[in-house]
């Protein structure tokens, strides 16, 4: 038999091109997407778009091409992943695999991917604490990223209500693992940027393996973080290592329990700190008054003092003035047995000069008056 | 000689205490042709000085007041 006659039989013919098509349509029919895990081998990007890689196991290789926007960060040939892609024949290169999503898998090329994307990010200054900004503490309303059928979103809350009251609190449902979380979690802290009239974003999932927290060590979520005008309080529940959003956010906390201890004040603690401190601002004020007090006190007592010593100089001069004038009244000196002159018309006779013999003169004592006549004049008496 | 008076219309202890200095400067002069000059100077030097003790009296008052 010919291959002519294998036509006859109804097999199906072909030029190249229609071949591949068909086959495309073949593909697409049976199989459009599939997920692939295996080691990454040859991997590289070129003109900073495009991406070439191999993915193989042991027993075959297939080829890989994407864009660097299906990366979830720097990768580096050895690390396993898991890679959602379009199998396709291209017209001029073959069979190739289109990524659609590719991810390290296993604890140790999670971790090596984070490490290689936080080195990168944080040469970009990405994580640097000058970077952080301060959250309102309390802060007054929220936004929550979370998967509400979550146990984390659940003790968030909790612990949120039982530290505070009155908070407003807005929720953005979202996955947090898995293909959808990525997408999700950016959507959401663009979704609270646009609006703008919360106080702090907040990302919180529980505990998990690597594998379920990848995630948030993706660049693009990282990037999210870093960007987030509205201040970032990311809590991913694990304490060994530090997923790459919770550097990037200007708050960490190591739980959801633990982000609602750090964001609210506990009202208890907050009315035990009240009473505590007006109890020390009574004391100040208290001990600060008494010192007031005798301040005051001692510069009243000063005070009088001063004015008492200028009063008893007043009296003392007042005293002497009083004397010198008692000691002035003719009274005063007719008791001590001196006389006052007086001429005829009354007026005071100090000298011999003012009299002449036969001049009529009173004479004033202590006790009485006599009238006299002069007699006799001596002007040189000493 | 000042004719401030005090606030309540009477003279100040100082303008007092001028007043009776003038008197006294006089009295210690004893040039006196008149009697009754002399005695006028005496009476109003003493009057003064019954002011002057009287306000001094109600300031010493007024400081045991305000030590109270």
């Not at chain 1, 979103?153 to 996955?175: C, L, P, Q, T």
């Not at chain 1, 208290?286 to 003092?305: K, P, S, V």
């Not at chain 1, 008692?326 to 005829?344: C, D, I, N, W, Y």
Request: proline share 3%; hydrophobic share 40%.
């Amino acid at each position: 038999m010919t291959s002519d006659d294998n036509l006859d039989f109804g097999v199906p013919a072909f030029d190249v091109v229609g071949a591949v098509a068909v086959l495309n349509q073949t593909l697409e029919y049976a199989l459009p997407n599939m997920r692939i895990v295996g080691e990454l081998a040859s991997f590289k990007i070129a003109k900073n778009q495009w991406v070439y890689a191999d993915i193989k196991d042991d027993y075959a290789k297939l080829r890989l091409f994407g864009t660097i926007y299906n990366l979830p960060g720097p990768l580096e040939d050895g690390m396993t992943v898991e890679v959602v892609a379009r199998p396709q024949i291209h017209p001029q290169y073959n069979f190739s695999l289109n990524i659609i999503s590719i991810r390290p898998v296993g604890e140790g090329h999670i971790k090596k991917a984070a490490d290689l994307l936080k080195a990168k990010l944080d040469k970009e200054g990405l994580f640097d604490p000058s970077r952080k900004r301060l959250i309102p503490h309390p802060p007054a309303r929220i936004g929550l990223i979370a998967s509400v059928q979550s146990a984390a979103y659940a003790d968030f809350i909790k612990i949120m209500d039982e530290r505070w009251s009155g908070v407003n609190v807005e929720v953005y449902d979202a996955h947090v693992q898995g293909e959808k979380a990525e997408d999700d979690i950016v959507r959401g802290l663009k979704y609270f940027n646009e609006r703008l009239d919360v106080d702090v974003v907040v990302l919180t999932r529980g505990g998990g393996s690597a594998d379920d927290l990848a995630v948030f060590s993706v660049e693009q979520v990282v990037r999210e973080v870093s960007a987030s005008r509205v201040p970032t309080c990311v809590a991913v529940g694990h304490e060994v290592d530090t997923s790459l959003a919770e550097l990037a956010a200007d708050m960490r906390a190591s739980t959801p329990s633990n982000a609602a201890e750090l964001l609210f004040p506990d009202k208890e603690d907050m009315r035990e700190r009240i009473r505590q401190n007006k109890f020390i601002l009574d004391n100040l004020l208290t001990r600060r008054l008494e010192g007031e007090e005798i301040r005051i006190a001692r510069a009243r007592t000063d005070l009088a003092g001063m004015v008492e010593e200028v009063l008893a100089r007043s009296k003392e001069s007042v005293e002497q003035s009083k004397k010198i004038l008692e000691m002035a009244h003719p009274k005063t000196a007719m008791k001590r047995g001196f006389v006052l002159v007086q001429a005829a018309n009354g007026k005071l006779v100090s000298s011999v000069g003012q009299l002449q013999v036969d001049d009529n003169i009173s004479m004033t004592l202590a006790d009485g008056k006599a009238e006299l006549t002069v007699t006799k004049l001596d002007k040189d008496l000493k | 000689m000042s004719t401030t008076k005090g606030s309540a219309g009477q003279k100040t202890f100082r303008q007092l205490e001028h007043e009776l200095d003038e008197i006294l400067v006089r009295v210690e002069g004893a040039s006196y042709e008149d009697l009754d000059d002399l005695l006028k100077d005496h009476s109003d030097g003493m009057t003064i000085i019954n002011q002057l003790e009287d306000k001094l009296k109600k300031a010493k008052n007024s400081i045991i007041k305000a030590k109270k």
